[in-house]
DNA sequence: AAGACAATACCAACCAGTTGGTATGTATTC
DNA sequence: GAATACATACCAACTGGTTGGTATTGTCTT
């Protein structure tokens, strides 16, 4: 008598959700197949095409699934409530340089990955990554644009600065991909903390 | 009767090459068939096996062949020949930003777009990419070590900025194509070079 | 409180088309 | 004439997606 452990009712769309995280991180979106996520939620594909109307959908909502899970990490996290802003900053850039002390699929970026391929081939997918990469920048900009305000810095604006952070949060995965280890995207916050500390007029302490 | 113009003999590699090369960048290598190559090739699946084993050996030489081509038209830039070093530096930032007056998929970089795929699924691939981002990185580091020996900054190296390079020009790309605009990866050689600027006390002339 | 009923959540089997890859044949070149 | 450079035809495995069904849940009525 073999006893089957079954997804609890209520949790496949969850479960896909996961499944779909970790795989794409690890394996791309296209090289995902629906077989490979329904395999690894512990699911069936009826119910996949139940909860999804297709794979491009679950590839929305994974990317916003990502938005929103991140956004709250981030908005609960300490650093917000930093009296100084360009402290806020720095910590900010402490936090991500702590995400680092991860193996580098557990790091690297959900709609930054995606988007390299969905860029051409799915639109709604792009477009759910924009959304994401611009939410991301979103904890940031805020605290750059009080900096700013206390200690302005002329043709520098908070926008491109949390652009900027982007970039090299991005960049940071693809060459640590890249070279397999995530060296070059911690020296790259470094050079950012060092880039705003002259910016800003705010030695090491 | 049809006159059917056929890919003339020898050509069918770098048919296959320049095919990839595009495809890849427009949709990714795993949601790019061997079909698809063939087709833009203009030449059939036979051809295709017999100047690659395998899918993944064609990623590997497309890769590479992005290594060697890249290579040879950075060598070949007038910005190598400039008297002072840290002008070569300043006038590699111009030919970045010069690269991005393109579509987006044009300047997208094949080894960044493919490794995020290949980093688990090819070994080879990753390899290949590691290479190229290596590569890559020595169209500066001679000239940062150049700087740094006339005027070195503390806590600073060539190779971690020559790594910072490759993190902006990678990122520069991811980002831009989730926001379907060159706009952020432009401003980020803007900070990358008033960082430089800072470092190496030489304001914009 | 119990029964009817409809929605929801899911499953197993199946489908047509596509995938990477192969086996075999033929025209060119050296 | 032997190697090289292809073309044609084909295949098993897998692809995203559909089908028709079942078990579970809530909801409304009596």
Redesign the pocket.
């Known amino acids: 008598m073999t006893i089957v452990t079954?997804?609890p009712?209520?949790?496949?769309?969850a479960r896909l959700l996961a499944a779909a995280r970790s795989l794409v991180r690890h394996k791309g979106f296209a090289a995902t197949?629906?077989?490979?996520l329904c395999a690894a939620a512990g699911?069936?594909?009826?119910?996949f095409?139940?909860?999804f109307p297709?794979?491009?959908a679950l590839g929305v909502a994974l990317v916003q699934d990502w938005t929103t899970t991140t956004g709250a990490m981030f908005a609960a996290h300490p650093y917000n409530s930093l009296p100084d802003p360009l402290d806020r900053v720095f910590a900010y850039i402490d936090l991500r340089r702590q995400l680092l002390d991860q193996p580098i699929p557990e790091f690297s970026c959900v709609a930054g990955t995606t988007v390299q391929e969905a860029y051409e081939s799915s639109p709604p997918i792009r477009q759910a990554a924009a959304e994401s990469i611009g939410s991301g920048a979103e904890h940031v900009r805020p605290h750059l644009v009080a900096a700013l305000a206390a200690h302005p810095v002329p043709g520098v604006t908070a926008e491109s600065l949390a652009q900027l952070f982007q970039v090299a949060v991005q960049g940071g995965v693809v060459v640590a991909k890249a070279l397999d280890t995530p060296t070059p995207a911690r020296e790259a916050f470094d050079h950012l903390e060092r880039y705003l500390r002259l910016l800003f007029d705010r030695p090491p302490t």
């Open positions: 079954r997804v009712r209520g949790e496949a769309r197949s629906v077989d490979d699911v069936t594909k009826g119910a095409f139940h909860h297709s794979k491009e």
